[in-house]
């Protein structure tokens, strides 16, 4: 079965920097678009940031523009995301999500924490 698991989320302040990893099993990871998708507390959901399938085209949203890199490797069946210079309003639960084109998504991972704060 589909399985999105990611990791790397923690505790940093202002300013500061974490990688995001997402071990994706179950399909053929180089058939699909991956995305980012964020919940902030008490907000509804935002993507990210989305790369497509060799990984060669990628999009962010424009609170994250400049700040934030996504990567993949198809290799390794991983999805990742450079977080850097964040920033409080970037705490959220970070979501990895396979795409199916546009902003529609099918699988989604349990997301991990990431808590910008001094």
């Known amino acids: 079965q589909v399985q999105l698991v990611e990791s790397g989320g923690g505790l940093v302040q202002p300013g500061g920097s974490l990688r995001l990893s997402c071990a994706a099993s179950?399909?053929?990871?180089?058939?699909?678009?991956m995305n980012w998708v964020r919940q902030a507390p008490g907000k509804g959901l935002e993507w990210v940031s989305g790369?497509?399938?060799?990984?060669?085209?990628?999009g962010y949203a424009d609170s994250v523009k400049g700040r934030f890199t996504i990567s993949r490797d198809n290799a390794k069946n991983t999805l990742y995301l450079q977080m850097n210079s964040l920033k409080p309003e970037d705490t959220a639960v970070y979501y990895c999500a396979r795409g199916l084109g546009g902003y529609e998504y099918d699988y989604w991972g349990q997301g991990t924490q990431v808590t910008v704060s001094s």
């Open positions: 179950g399909f053929t990871f180089s058939s699909y678009w």
């Open positions: 790369i497509n399938r060799g990984g060669g085209s990628t």
